[in-house]
């Protein structure tokens, strides 16, 4: 299978599990959200780690740690999915799923405002007019909510941001997530540990069921990353941009038709503008992309 097709279809295996995990964080309560996400660290170390040993794949390691730099990058991105999944779940497991949907929807116009603000890139007409209806949003969800839409703008920074750092790291699926979590381990042991010694951890406390539950929050947190991982580095950011939408939609039909969250008129209004924005946004890049291929395929006349 062609390297970009394989790419692709991990794309939309990742973002269709992570479309679907506000069905799977209620299921854990009467955990907190720390206890969770302490939990999801540890497990997917583990899940990785197998991974890794059913595939025999140990000689990246020495290899990784003699170059800091990327050592450096991991850490960063160890750092930045930590607030992603710690927001992520604060979000679902309190009734504001459609909110973290928004970040999501929010996050290729922040990637964009990235490449200005990072990679001094420029652009285009359309895509500072999608940029500026994607603040128009933000502003009427600010009238609508009474407060800055906080959650959706953590998790599009903090998810943009990770994909770039992911980007520039160019290390595999596996082991980029096995040094993550590793960098991650020993604070949510101790949280856990914490919790055990003030008698107020629910791992085994609630029954056989919720405790493999907990452990799978491992599992599901390995796997679409990994996929993540495997599509972001075959696949171009154009077409990883398509694709993202994917996550953003499920997540957003589960907290309107599943979790029954109110959505006043001045909230459609809201995510109507972004959408609007967001179509605005891939007709532009898709036209890009079109005429840059017209012009490579071009003859060159002497």
Known sequence: ?????????????????WGLFPLYWPLLKPSGALEILAHRIAWSLVAVVVILAVRRHWSWFGELLRTPRKLGLLTLAAA????????????????????????????PLVSVLFGVLLLKERLRP?????????????????????RLPWIALVLAASFGTYGLVKKIAKVGAAESMTIETLVLLLPALGYLLYLEQQGTATFGSTGPGHA?????????????????????IRVPLTMMGLLQYIAPVLQFIVGVFVAHEVMPPSRWIGFAIVWIALSLFT???????HQARRTALEPVTV
């Open 126 to 146: 359309w895509q500072w007019g999608a940029v500026g209806l994607g603040v128009v949003a933000v502003v009427v969800l600010t009238l609508d909510y009474g």
């Open 212 to 232: 493999m539950l907990l452990v799978g929050a491992g599992v599901i947190t390995a796997v679409p990353l990994l996929c993540f991982t495997s599509a972001a």
């Open 1 to 17: 299978m062609p390297e970009t097709r394989r790419g692709v279809l991990y794309g939309i295996a990742a973002y269709t599990m």
């Open 80 to 107: 930045l999915i930590t607030v992603n999944w710690g927001v992520y779940i604060y979000a679902v497991n309190t009734g504001h799923v459609v909110e973290s949907a928004l970040g999501y929807f929010i996050n």
């Open 283 to 289: 007709w532009d890049s898709l036209r890009a992309a």
